[in-house]
């Protein structure tokens, strides 16, 4: 990767880290790209209050998913568990900023795990965080804690899932408004010379694509060498996520503000993307 361009200013990434291996991605890729902008990590786990407060009833069962088993769940063993939990996060979390040579803090929170970890990244101008959860139901999609940061976080949101590397192809949907050049420049500013770059045209028309694909190119420039351009000639999530998925999969770049896509689309289209996403806000 190169240096993030001029327009685009990243100080401080916030990171969740529950142990997934989605949240192990993401902060292996916050750590990365912390470490080529020496911007600072700061690393969140969140003791999930809802848990303590179902550990207090007296008919908690702790189910384990390989045997089926359960067997009582009670406060102390459940604030044992949260500890430890917490320990591994933190042991993960310095050895990987230890890595990458970073400044970095670690905060232990307890609360609702989707309010705490936006509240924390206030003051930061990247979240990274896992696509999905650690049970096998949150895996099938988006969890909520995404789900939550996407509609509401004020910083630009990494969804990153296991699997992705920093050489991987960047996607970018292109549809010529504001939202869609920041995003395209900040793309530009997370590749490397050798990286492949898709940019997708939002194009009903022969004229449009002709006209986004000029203005694609210009902002491109010289920058990078290896790119492709590709038509989409449909607004549906469902369509745009079939036509990415035929490219070679990647990080997908993307603007909450475009113009051709609302934002009901957009955020369909995160959840029927199986790649990591990096959704670049309006405030950044």
Known sequence: MTGLSKSVTIKRIAVAIDCSPHSRASLSAAAEIAGILQAELLGIFVEDINLIRMAELPFSQEIHLHTARSEPLDSPKLERMLKQ??????????????????????????????????????????????????????????GSTARKAIREAKASILLARSGFRSSSPLLVIYDGSPGAKHALETALGLARGETMLHVFLVADNVQKNAMLRKEAEMIIGGRIFEKEFHIIPWTDSGMIARCIHMTEPGLLVLSDSMEVISSDILYRLIDATDYPVLLVKRSL
């Open 85 to 142: 939990q917490a320990n591994e996060a933190y042991e993960l979390f310095m050895q990987t900023a230890k890595r990458f040579g970073i400044p970095h803090t670690f905060r232990k929170l307890r609360g609702l795990v989707p309010a705490e970890v936006l509240a924390a990244a206030v003051e930061a101008d990247l979240l990274a965080m896992g696509r999905s959860g650690k049970t096998p139901v949150c895996r099938r999609g988006l």
